[in-house]
C-alpha cells in the first residue's frame, strides 16, 4: 500500500491523555446538555482514557521496527494531546540526535512548564523542517475558551513565546468559528510580534456539537459555526452525503503516510482508526480493530502483510469504507481548509513547506474551497 522505497511520514499518537474538554474531540460528548468523557476511547470497549502513555524505550521499539527512513513524524492524536507524555522531551531528542527525522507537533499548549518548553525549543533549535502547531483558537480567554474547554491563554502565550525563545519554529493555527471570526486580523498581527514564524486560518470540516448549547462544570457555552466562508460551508453542505462517494483517492498514499495509535498499532491512515461504527461496516476492518499486533510485537513488514490492506484497496472500487468516501471521494470528500497568511511571502514559505515534507494534507485553496 506505501511505497516502502520512499521515505515514510507517520502520525503518532503517544498516550490517551489530555487535560482539556474540546466539544468536537473524539473523546467526549454532549450527553444531556453536559460536556462529558465518552465511556470509552472511539468506541473501543478494550480503550479506557487516560490510562496509557509511552516510555522513550517503548517508543524506541517501535520506531526501529519500522526498518525504513521516516521523513517526518506528526505528533497528534486522535484522543491525546502528546506533550502530556512524561517522556515527550527525550523522544524528540532522541528523534534529533540520532535519526534525520523531522518533527511536527500539534499541540494546544495549556500544559507544562515555560522551562519545559525553552528545553523543546532548545531541541528543535537548528532544523528548520521540526515545527510546533499551537492550536489558539481565539485571542484572549473567554475566547480561546469556547472550544478549548479548560484551557488558560495566558499560559499558551507564555508557552509558545518561551518555545521560540528556546530556538524553536513556532506557527499560530487558530480554527475559525463565529466567536472568533472577528479576530483573525488581531490574531495574525499578536502572531507576527511574537515571533511567531507563520499563522494558519483553518476551517472545519466538522459540523458535531455545533450550534448546541451545553454545560461544563457549570459554565454554559455554545459552539458556532463561522459564516464568514459561505463557499467553504457549501463544500461541507455537499460533504454530508459522503455515503455517495465514489472515486476514492487515498490521501494517506499521496502523502505515503500512515498512523500509530498510542497502542502502537498501525492504521492505514489517520481517518480510519479505532472505529467503533466502522466495525458495523466491514467484517475484515472488525478483524483488525481487534487484534493486538503492534511495532512492539512486529516489524512494519509484517504489519503489512495482513489481508487488512489489501481488503482495504478492493473496497475503493466497489465499496469503500463511510469514512475513506467521506474524506478522500475526489467528488465530495473534505478535510479542513487552510489559509497562511501572516507575511508577504507566506506563499513562498508554504510552497517549501510542501516541498519539504510532501504535505498534501495542506493545500493552498482559494477561499478555503
Excluded at 502513555?53 to 519500522?66: M, V
Aim: net charge neutral; charged share 30%; hydrophobic share 30%.
Amino acid at each position: 500500500m506505501f511505497d516502502l522505497t520512499k521515505p515514510l511520514e507517520i502520525n503518532w499518537e503517544l498516550n490517551n491523555r489530555c487535560n482539556l474538554m474540546c466539544p468536537q474531540c473524539g473523546r467526549n460528548e454532549i450527553k444531556d446538555g453536559k460536556l462529558q468523557w465518552r465511556k470509552w476511547a472511539n468506541g473501543n470497549p478494550s480503550q479506557r482514557l487516560n490510562d496509557t502513555d509511552n516510555s522513550l524505550e517503548t517508543f524506541k521499539t517501535a520506531y526501529n521496527n519500522i526498518g525504513y527512513p521516516v521523513r517526518v513524524i506528526r505528533f497528534q492524536g486522535h484522543v491525546s494531546e502528546n506533550i502530556l507524555s512524561k517522556d515527550f522531551l527525550p523522544i524528540c531528542k532522541f528523534l534529533r540526535e540520532e535519526t534525520d527525522t523531522s518533527i511536527h507537533v500539534s499541540t494546544h499548549g495549556s500544559a507544562n512548564t515555560i522551562e519545559w518548553w525553552e528545553k523543546l525549543g532548545n531541541v528543535f533549535s537548528g532544523d528548520p523542517r521540526s515545527i510546533v502547531f499551537f492550536s489558539l483558537d481565539g485571542v484572549g480567554q473567554e475566547s480561546l475558551e469556547n472550544y478549548r474547554v479548560g484551557a488558560g491563554y495566558d499560559k499558551v502565550i507564555a508557552n509558545a513565546q518561551s518555545f521560540i525563545r528556546g530556538g524553536g519554529k513556532a506557527i499560530w493555527r487558530m480554527i475559525i468559528f463565529k466567536h472568533n471570526q472577528h479576530q483573525v486580523d488581531e490574531a495574525r498581527e499578536l502572531a507576527r510580534e511574537l515571533g511567531f514564524w507563520e499563522f494558519v486560518e483553518v476551517h472545519t470540516n466538522r459540523r458535531i456539537n455545533m450550534d448546541k448549547e451545553f454545560e461544563y462544570k457549570g459554565k454554559k457555552y455554545i459552539l458556532e459555526n463561522q459564516d464568514i466562508s459561505p463557499e467553504w460551508n457549501e463544500a461541507i453542505k455537499k460533504n454530508q452525503n459522503y455515503k455517495e462517494g465514489t472515486d476514492i483517492e487515498c490521501k494517506a498514499i499521496k502523502e505515503n503516510q500512515f498512523y500509530v495509535d498510542y497502542l502502537n498499532r498501525v492504521w492505514a491512515c489517520y481517518y480510519i482508526p479505532n472505529m467503533k461504527t466502522l466495525i458495523k461496516e466491514k467484517d475484515w476492518y472488525s478483524e483488525y480493530f481487534f487484534k493486538k499486533d503492534s511495532l512492539l510485537n512486529k516489524t512494519l513488514d509484517e504489519i503489512l502483510q495482513d489481508s487488512f490492506y489489501d481488503d482495504l484497496q478492493k473496497s475503493w472500487s466497489c465499496d469503500a469504507l463511510s469514512y475513506c468516501k467521506k474524506f478522500c471521494s475526489k467528488k465530495i470528500g473534505a478535510n479542513r481548509g487552510f489559509k497562511w497568511s501572516m507575511n508577504e511571502d507566506s506563499e513562498e514559505k508554504q510552497n517549501k513547506y510542501l516541498k519539504d515534507h510532501s504535505g498534501k494534507h495542506i493545500q493552498r485553496t482559494k477561499d478555503y474551497v
